[in-house]
Nanobody, 118 residues
């Protein structure tokens, strides 16, 4: 089976930093578009950042310039470095691995809680 496991969540003060990690149980990461999503209380899940299998990145406007997504294919890991955090970043963060086309898949992690105090 393929499983994604997030870690690194926690409680930080406004302006602080956290790094989230996502580990894949098998070597699928290099072939996947990897994304970080989040769901805040009372809101729908939203895309935070994505890094494609080709290395291109895209960020939600609200995190642009503050968050960085990067991957280490050799370790089957993807990371989300979160800087200058704001209370509105408080959410459960989910890792996603997806591949489009004939042999597509869409795998989600269990989520990790990030709380930013004001």
């Amino acid at each position: 089976q393929v499983q994604l496991v997030e870690s690194g969540g926690g409680l930080v003060q406004t302006g602080g930093s956290l790094r989230l990690s996502c580990a894949a149980s098998r070597s699928i990461l290099s072939s996947s578009d990897m994304g970080w999503y989040r769901r805040a209380p009372g809101k729908q899940r939203e895309l935070v950042a994505i890094i494609t299998s080709g290395g291109s990145t895209n960020y939600a406007e609200v995190v642009q310039g503050r968050f960085v997504i990067y991957r280490d294919n050799a370790k089957n890991m993807v990371y989300l470095q979160m800087n200058s955090q704001k209370p509105e970043d408080t959410a459960v963060y989910y890792c996603n691995a997806a591949r489009r086309g004939t042999f597509s898949y869409n795998v989600w992690g269990q989520g990790t809680q990030v709380s930013v105090s004001s």
